[in-house]
């Protein structure tokens, strides 16, 4: 007597789904493709018509006219009223970028080799928490610290130190402190990041070789910490080269950088074919700076692993 086999129940058919839909990877990838291309043609597409502007000629009245020349470009390298402002942003930016640095690291340091508190949470709230206000509110904030009557200049008359109040205000060392102020955080942020790599074996080794506090930092913290010292500056000085809004509310229209000459070209003489001249020229000047710090910050950590 033989038994019927059992009926073999058909197998649900499969969905066909798109390979690049089920791999892991790809369902990480489609959510950051969309804010990708969103970037990028937001930042390409008005470049690429600044690019356009900058190369028309110009009417007596400063109108764009049809056709391409270089004529803004030879104004803007010629002219030193606008040529003078590159080197003002490229100083200042160099000042200002050095100098968070130095004021960041510390600070950085407390905050990535420090556990968790409430007195790393009350440094990491004041040192971050300029973020949380706009540029103008702070920049305006230096103004009235730094007025003829404010409290800087208070404090130096009760002090007997000066008799009438100090011209503070239109100060480019004010300028400086000011954007120093502003752009500090980034370099926080930045640094921190990358410091907190830095394995705690590491400088458990080095002081088991005897090495004291000095060259270590010397020798393992400092190299180690090379891509968030590269990342930081280059973020503050990019900042830092294009910046107009501080320095138009704390030392006025008149300081020489290249942000504020922008803004007047754009703004005041209605010259857009220049203004997008200088910004282009601006924009090359920076990326040009941060192309050579970032080869070489590439040589020395080369040199270091050899």
Not at 137 to 162: D, H
């Amino acid at each position: 007597m033989t038994t019927a086999a059992p009926a073999r129940t058909p197998a649900p058919a499969r969905r066909w789904r798109p390979r690049a839909l089920t791999g892991g990877r790809a369902t990480g990838l489609i959510p950051a493709v969309v804010p990708a291309v969103f970037v990028v043609v937001a930042f390409l597409v008005p470049l690429a018509g600044l690019l356009v502007l900058s190369l028309r000629p110009t009417d007596s009245l400063n109108i764009p006219l049809d056709g391409f020349t270089l004529d803004q470009y030879r104004q803007v390298l010629t002219t030193p009223y606008l040529s003078g402002s590159l080197t003002e942003s490229l100083s200042l930016a160099v000042r200002v970028s050095l100098t968070c640095l130095v004021l960041a690291f510390p600070v950085a340091w407390y905050l990535a080799r420090t556990p968790s508190g409430w007195r790393k949470t009350v440094v990491f709230t004041i040192t971050l928490s300029p973020l949380l206000t706009s540029e103008v509110v702070r920049s305006f904030g230096w103004r009235v610290v730094m007025s003829g009557e404010g409290p800087v200049n208070r404090t130096l008359q009760a002090l007997g130190l000066i008799d009438a109040s100090l011209p503070l205000l239109r100060s480019p060392w004010t300028v400086f402190l000011a954007v120093v102020h502003v752009l500090l955080p980034f370099a926080i942020i930045a640094l921190t990041a990358s410091l907190k790599g830095i394995d705690d074996a590491v400088l458990r080794a080095s002081a088991d070789l005897g090495a004291g506090a000095v060259r270590t930092f010397r020798s393992v913290v400092l190299p180690l910490a090379t891509p968030g010292l590269v990342a930081g500056g280059v973020i503050v000085f990019s900042l830092a080269m294009g910046i107009y809004v501080t320095p138009l509310l704390v030392g006025g229209a008149n300081q020489p950088l290249a942000g504020l000459r922008v803004r007047d070209e754009a703004l005041v003489t209605f010259n857009q074919p220049r203004a997008a001249a200088l910004s282009f020229v601006l924009l090359i000047v920076t990326l040009a700076v941060v192309g050579i710090a970032t080869a070489l910050s590439r040589l020395a950590d080369r040199s270091n692993r050899g």
